[in-house]
């Protein structure tokens, strides 16, 4: 069965380090999406990708946070330098925008830590 | 601001019982809607996704769609304790390049054996 990949699966880093998530979507789902998961809360949105496009970044923190999608398929999500409050579930989530679906299916996420 | 309200419990419910989780979203534009559940420590796993006003089933589940209350659903019947998990709604308002999906906080289930 086809599944959104992310690594690491875990990440403990200290503040002012830089640490970077990746992510490869379904095979051939064209729209990508980066999101955050503080614990209690649901996901909110960092970046949307259209194929390599960056279709919303409103709500990325662009001072330390930075997301692309060279070639369209996966992507890295970086931040730098990381801060105590960064310390979340980074999930990455595809969506086949061919099917005339909206639903998006999400990797097992990346658990920061920031000490 | 388009919002998702769900009650975030915890709701006990006793097994083999039926469970009830509630939504209301704020955006009367909206067309699609979905459950994801949510187990302690891991992603998002979709469950259910509704689009027209009625009912909807896939085995113990039925999604439940209100839009002119703009409410929406979840039942699970015959409750089990692997049933006993975080249960996000999520609503879309795709218009143009507007698909961006707004999650609810999440409603707590627990199924007492």
């Known amino acids: 069965e086809a599944e959104v990949a992310q690594s690491p699966r875990y990440k403990i880093t200290e503040k002012s380090q830089a640490v970077a998530f990746w992510c490869d979507p379904i095979?051939?789902?064209?729209?990508l999406y980066w999101y955050r998961q503080i614990l209690g809360q649901g996901p909110e949105l960092l970046v949307q990708?259209?194929?390599?496009?960056?279709?919303?970044d409103s709500q990325l923190p662009k001072d330390r946070f930075s997301a692309e999608r060279l070639k369209g398929v996966d992507s890295t999500l970086k931040i730098q330098p990381a801060e105590l409050g960064d310390s979340a579930m980074y999930l990455c989530?595809?969506?086949?925008?061919?099917?005339?679906?909206?639903?998006?299916?999400f990797g097992p996420g990346t658990r920061l830590t920031v000490l | 601001q388009k919002e998702v309200e769900q009650n975030s419990g915890p709701l006990s419910v006793p097994e083999g019982a039926i469970a009830s989780l509630n939504c209301t979203y704020s955006?009367?534009?909206?067309?699609?809607f979905f459950w994801y559940r949510q187990y302690s420590g891991k992603s998002p796993e979709l469950i259910m996704s509704i689009y027209s006003n009625g009912d909807k089933e896939d085995g113990r589940f039925t999604a439940q769609l209100n839009k002119a209350s703009q409410y929406v659903s979840l039942l699970i019947r015959d409750s089990q304790p692997s049933d006993s998990a975080t249960y996000l709604c999520?609503?879309?308002?795709?218009?143009?390049?507007?698909?961006?999906?707004?999650f609810g906080k999440g409603t707590r289930l627990h199924i007492l054996p």
């Open positions: 955006d009367r534009g909206s067309q699609s």
């Open positions: 999520a609503v879309n308002n795709r218009g143009n390049r507007d698909d961006k999906i707004i």
């Open positions: 989530a595809s969506r086949d925008q061919t099917s005339g679906s909206n639903e998006q299916f």
């Open positions: 990708f259209q194929d390599e496009s960056v279709v919303d």
């Open positions: 095979s051939g789902h064209a729209t």
